[in-house]
């Protein structure tokens, strides 16, 4: 039977908050820290302050028994055994990751520590920050024999983090010293002996008891590297694919048809080969800018980088163009907004390609009524409502006396719709589809004028854009 560890988190965001609901799931006790008091309040209530599949489920389960929420970090490191550093790591003015808050939540447990703890790198951080934890704590006067510093970088996506948690292709644990490994192992024996997929109440998923995630073993700086690399990669296929998206339009291809030729390739596989209006969140955009500025800090060129970054704001721009193309003009023109979130699942707008879309149409003139099934509430405090941004209750009302619609985020509702409502609602039959979410052939049975992203456009549709695009 696995032994209950005392985990201490320090820190409730998307990373935090999920780590500590799940390792409760897993039966250890979990403290978590946060400094924001309104949001310990709000979590003591069992309330999730953020949109994910299966947190509010976990959070009720446990909230009295296996997981509490304070601000009082002294208290957590004088408890725990195992503290788990997953604060926020925002990008700065230079394009790396701010890791002042790394700091001081690393000076703070220095100042606290009474005896041996296992420090972990949960925040996504670039190279070299176990060694800078390291020095704060010894700077601080805390002996070596009395902490270790490890690195157990995370690989959730936002919307399925709680499942792709209990559920993880792999478990990276970066350690330097026997010690370390020992306790992380047992942190995770739930998940690597099969005992947790025993559980009639254990969160579905992939994994069963026969069919367990791997657990790696690395230096502290190889897990450092490997979360930053393998966001910066995924980040590189969706690039790789919206270009190529832009040769298919070209020529009249189907983005979808080489997507699936290129993605049933093993060596390859068919996962971020999705075209569309670029990525976004609060990862990808800040792990490629800080993993490029890494590489130029140690001397090495990765050019592949900035064209990475460069390939995903030029794709924001053409779906603009597209939609300018086939309405002519902007000014007085009602647009129809179906999702607002970066990705579908998620009520995170952070770096949302969707929240910069509507910012440019309303510079434009245009009218925008917009509805996401979970963000708008987040949207709301960098778009408010006015005369020219308004929020809807559904996809419907969004789309009444519209003259396009506009599909933004992946929400599987937006599939579901009843299109010949739709089509009778808006004042022009016009949908543009930024995910490629819709199939054309549905979309022009019920009469729309449909484009998408890589798609050839209808022989009428060719022929307005065209016109459209006369000098």
Not at 278 to 295: E, H, I, L, M, N
């Amino acid at each position: 039977m696995e032994e209950q560890l005392t985990i201490g988190i320090i820190g409730s965001g998307y990373v935090g908050l999920v780590a500590a609901v799940c390792f409760a799931e897993l039966g250890h006790y979990v403290i978590c820290v946060d400094s924001d008091e309104s949001k310990v309040a709000l979590l003591r209530q069992g309330k999730a302050p953020i949109h994910e599949e299966y947190l509010p489920q976990l959070l009720e389960r446990h909230q009295n028994g296996l997981i509490e929420f304070t601000t009082a970090l002294k208290e957590a490191t004088e408890r725990a055994q195992i503290l788990f550093i997953a604060v926020g790591t925002p990008q700065d003015h230079a394009g790396t990751a701010d890791l002042s808050y790394v700091d001081a939540v690393a000076s703070e447990i220095a100042r606290a520590i009474t005896g041996y703890r296992l420090i972990v790198e949960k925040s996504t951080v670039p190279v070299y920050t176990s060694e800078w934890i390291r020095r704060i704590m010894v700077r601080n006067g805390v002996s070596r024999e009395l902490f270790d510093v490890a690195s157990n970088p995370e690989f959730l996506r936002e919307g399925t983090a709680v499942a792709d948690f209990l559920h993880p292709d792999r478990i990276v644990i970066g350690v330097d010293s026997e010690r370390a490994a020992v306790l992380l192992r047992r942190v995770y024996a739930p998940l690597t002996t099969g005992s947790y997929y025993r559980k009639t109440s254990a969160i579905p998923g992939a994994r069963t008891p026969d069919h367990v995630p791997p657990l790696f073993e690395t230096s502290t700086k190889a897990a450092e590297i490997i979360k930053h690399a393998s966001n910066a990669f995924l980040a590189m296929k969706i690039s790789f694919i919206n270009v190529v998206s832009n040769i298919c339009e070209a020529v009249g291809a189907d983005i979808e048809q080489v997507s699936q030729g290129i993605g049933s390739d093993r060596r390859i596989g068919n996962s971020f080969l999705k075209a569309g209006i670029g990525y976004g969140g609060s990862c990808f955009p800040k792990d490629v800018a800080a993993f490029r500025y890494v590489a130029e800090h140690l001397g090495v060129e990765f050019g592949l980088l900035h064209e990475v970054e460069k390939v995903n704001r030029e794709q924001k721009k053409r779906f603009f163009r597209k939609v300018r193309s086939a309405l002519w003009t902007f000014r007085g023109k009602k647009l129809g907004v179906l999702g607002l979130a970066f990705k579908g699942g998620t009520d995170d707008i952070r770096e949302s390609p969707a929240i910069d879309l509507v910012r440019m149409f309303l510079e434009e003139g245009c009218m925008i009524s917009a509805y996401d099934p979970a963000a708008m509430e987040r949207a709301s405090y960098v778009l408010p409502s006015s005369t020219h941004m308004m929020y809807a209750e559904d996809a419907y009302e969004a789309a009444r006396d519209a003259d396009a619609l506009l599909v933004l985020t992946d929400w599987q509702e937006f599939i579901d719709l009843d299109f010949d409502r739709l089509s009778r609602i808006m004042r022009y039959p016009v949908v543009i589809d930024g995910r490629n979410l819709l199939d054309p052939s549905v979309m022009r049975r019920y009469g729309f004028t449909y484009l998408g992203v890589g798609r050839a456009a209808a022989p009428q549709e060719k022929e307005a854009t065209f016109f459209y695009n006369l000098p």
